[in-house]
């Protein structure tokens, strides 16, 4: 007779270690985007409900990139009410699968929760290769850095601007708006050097873009 209100509480206390950690009840916490070329803002949206018996209130949201704003449907949310956070991306001049997080916090909850964003922008040019080496005091040969638009895009490069002086440079058009070649040399080998090719570009459109090929003396 002594054990069953034991049992009891025990159950009871187990009920309790079970119970929900936070009211808002999302549909999901991850998202996947995998934008177009030449897309500049991509957007998404994490949808949640109340599933507790009070109104909550969001009290703060934060994205761990400037790129990145998110907005709430409302501030706060009555019990049952279904939300969501509005998500939009600037991607700039990004390329590759990279990861943004936002992270909400609400006035039922001391921790906040983590939306995870899962972005993957393809690549407009492929630089073969991306960077060329010469030998320190070995000779000074003219390379080159063959520039590859994607398939299905156009883009004319109209200049190539290098971050030093002590390297030499030329472009060469293989296929209008398709491949382009860059060469280049540096003045001397006697000395470390190093410099960026900035490789601008101008899409049909009309948006600008840049890319960057590298030298280096070492």
């Known amino acids: 007779m002594i054990s069953r209100p034991v049992f009891l509480a025990f159950t009871f206390l187990a009920g309790l270690a079970v119970a929900p950690a936070f009211a808002l009840d999302w549909k999901s916490t991850t998202a996947v985007i995998k934008s177009a070329p030449l897309q500049r803002i991509a957007e998404t949206a994490f949808e949640f409900s109340n599933a507790s ?3 909550v209130a969001i009290l703060n949201i934060d994205t ?13 949310f009555a019990p049952g009410a279904s939300g969501r956070i509005h998500v939009r991306f600037h ?11 936002i992270t909400v916090l609400t006035d039922e909850a001391k921790e906040p929760v983590t939306l995870r ?5 393809p690549e407009l040019a492929t630089l073969t290769p991306r960077s060329v080496d010469w030998k320190l005091n070995g000779p000074a040969w003219e390379k080159t850095v063959d520039i590859v638009i994607t398939d299905g895009l156009e883009l004319t490069v109209t200049s190539v601007l290098p971050t030093s002086g002590l390297f030499n440079h030329r472009l060469e058009t ?4 398709r491949h382009y070649r860059l060469y280049l040399s ?6 470390v050097s190093n410099a ?3 490789i601008y570009a101008k899409a049909k459109d009309g948006q600008d873009l840049v890319f ?7």
């Open 91 to 101: 991607f700039g001049d990004r390329t590759g699968q990279y990861e943004r997080t």
């Open 53 to 55: 018996s009070r109104p």
């Open 196 to 198: 960026a090719f900035r």
């Open 212 to 218: 960057s090929a590298y030298g280096n003396v070492r």
């Open 64 to 76: 761990s990139c400037d790129c990145t704003e998110a907005t709430p449907s409302a501030q706060t």
């Open 186 to 191: 540096p003045q001397s080998t006697k000395e």
């Open 117 to 121: 964003v899962q972005l993957d922008v």
């Open 174 to 177: 293989v296929q209008t708006g």
